[in-house]
C-alpha cells in the first residue's frame, strides 16, 4: 500500500443550532465552502488542478445540504471544472468516512490529492427530517421504534452498563468543558478556525470561536438538570453534544506526492474500521470498529497515546473506556475536550476529531499512534488510527 498522509484540516467555528444560533442567516454550503476556501488559503503551493476528488459528508442531503455537496461546493469554492465530488452520508460518521474512502483511494494509487469534510446545519435540517424510515423496520421488529432517538441509545448504554453511573457521565460532561476552554485560553484550537461572516438582525458580525461553551459547568449545576429521553433518566444536556451547525474541511495525499510539492505532513493513515452493533446501543460501536482498526494494524490499545473520541454522549465514551480498561480521567483521552463542549455538526465532526489529533501530534513528539473513533446512528462505529510524523522515540509528558 502506497503511503496515505493528512496534509492539513480546518474548519468553521462551531454555532449553536437554531434561530439564536450565529449561523441562523448561513447556508450550509456557504459554511462548506468558506471551509474550503480556508483549506486551500492555507496551503497555496498545492496545485489545485491536480485535485482528484472532493467528497463531503452531510446527514440530511436536502435544500442547502443537497445538490452533490462536493461538486457544488468544489465549483463555489473557485476550484477547477475540472475536479469533481461526490456527497456521502454515514450519519455523525460521515466525514470519517470519506476522509477513510479518500485514503484508500489514495493508498491504492487511484489518487494522489483528495479532499474530505462534512457540513451539517442542524439548524436548517434536524437529524431525521423528511425521512421515511420503511414500516418493516419495526412491524418485523428488526429495529425498535425509539433506536433513531439517539438519547434513548444512550440511556439504554447506563441500563446495560450499571457502572457507568449518572455521575461519572457528568463529571466528564464538566471536565470536557473545562478542557475545552483551556485549550481555548493556551490557543490551541483557534489556529484550524476559518472566522465566517454572520448576518443578524443586529448586522453583520464574524464567527471566530464555537458558540455553545460552557466553562461555568459545575457537579452541582449538572445535577439538577432535566433529563429529557426518559423520567428520571441519567442523560442531560450537560452530558450529551448539543446540536450544532458548522462544516469542516480536510487534505489527503499520497505520501510521494506531499513529498514533490513539498507538503508536511500532520499525520499518517495506519488504517481505519467500521463497524456494526444493535442501533438501540448505537454508542457501543466504537469498541468493535477500534478493535478491528487496531488489528489491521498490528497494534494493541496500549500503543495508542492520543484519542480523539466524539462526546455523541458521556456515557457513550466511558463505555469504550471501560471496555479497554481506560480511566475516565486518562490524560489521554480527549486532551482539549470535546463535543460536549464545542458540539457536534453530525457529519463534520469525523475531521474535527482528526484536526485536534493532528496539533498534539505536533506538540507530543513522544506520542507514536492516536485514534479518532466515533459512534453512529443506526448502531454503528468508526475508528481511525494514525502515526505522528514528529514522532522522536523519546519518553516525554
Not at 452533490?68 to 461526490?86: D, E, K, W
Not at 477513510?100 to 442542524?122: C, K, N, R, T
Request: overall charge negative; charged content about 20%.
Amino acid at each position: 500500500m502506497r503511503e496515505v498522509v493528512f496534509v492539513d484540516g480546518v474548519r468553521t467555528p462551531f454555532g449553536r443550532a437554531g434561530e439564536k444560533g450565529m449561523y441562523a442567516g448561513t447556508r450550509a454550503d456557504d459554511l462548506a465552502v468558506k471551509a474550503l476556501q480556508g483549506l486551500v488559503e492555507r496551503n497555496p503551493e498545492v496545485p489545485l488542478d491536480r485535485i482528484d476528488d472532493v467528497g463531503i459528508a452531510a446527514t440530511t442531503q436536502q435544500g442547502d445540504q443537497g445538490l452533490t455537496l462536493g461538486r457544488s461546493v468544489a465549483i463555489l469554492a473557485g476550484l477547477p471544472n475540472t475536479v469533481p465530488g461526490f456527497a456521502l452520508d454515514r450519519m455523525c460518521a460521515g466525514a470519517m468516512t470519506t476522509a477513510s474512502f479518500m485514503g484508500a483511494a489514495i493508498g491504492a494509487g487511484q489518487y494522489d490529492l483528495a479532499v474530505a469534510g462534512g457540513v451539517e446545519h442542524m439548524g436548517r435540517h434536524p437529524i431525521g427530517e423528511g425521512a421515511d424510515p420503511n414500516p418493516r423496520f419495526v412491524a418485523e421488529k428488526m429495529v425498535s421504534p425509539d433506536a433513531l432517538n439517539m438519547g434513548m441509545t444512550a440511556e439504554r448504554l447506563h441500563d446495560r452498563f450499571p457502572q457507568l453511573t449518572k455521575e461519572r457521565s457528568d463529571r466528564f460532561g464538566m471536565l470536557s468543558q473545562q478542557k475545552v476552554q483551556a485549550a481555548y485560553d493556551r490557543g490551541d484550537i483557534q489556529p484550524d478556525l476559518v472566522p465566517v461572516a454572520v448576518q443578524s438582525a443586529a448586522g453583520w458580525g464574524l464567527a471566530t470561536e464555537d458558540e455553545g461553551r460552557r466553562p461555568e459547568t459545575t457537579l452541582e449545576g449538572l445535577a439538577t438538570l432535566k433529563t429529557p429521553f426518559r423520567p428520571h433518566g441519567r442523560v442531560t444536556a450537560g452530558t450529551a453534544s448539543p446540536l450544532t451547525d458548522g462544516a469542516t474541511m480536510s487534505l489527503l495525499a499520497g505520501g510521494d506526492t506531499a513529498k514533490e510539492l513539498g507538503l508536511k505532513p500532520k499525520m499518517r493513515l495506519v488504517s481505519f474500521a467500521f463497524a456494526g452493533v444493535e442501533p438501540e446501543v448505537m454508542g457501543l460501536g466504537p469498541v468493535p470498529s477500534t478493535e478491528k482498526a487496531l488489528k489491521k494494524a498490528g497494534l494493541s490499545i496500549a500503543d495508542i497515546g492520543l484519542f480523539e473520541l466524539n462526546e455523541a454522549f458521556a456515557v457513550q465514551v466511558l463505555s469504550l473506556l471501560d471496555h479497554f480498561d481506560i480511566a475516565d480521567d486518562d490524560p489521554r483521552v480527549n486532551m482539549w475536550g470535546g463535543a460536549i463542549a464545542v458540539g457536534h455538526p453530525l457529519a463534520a465532526t469525523g475531521v474535527r476529531l482528526m484536526i485536534q489529533l493532528a496539533r498534539q501530534f505536533e506538540q507530543r513528539p513522544d506520542v507514536r499512534y492516536g485514534v479518532t473513533a466515533m459512534c453512529v446512528g443506526l448502531g454503528q462505529g468508526g475508528t481511525q488510527i494514525w502515526e505522528n510524523p514528529h514522532y522522536n522515540g523519546k519518553k516525554g509528558k
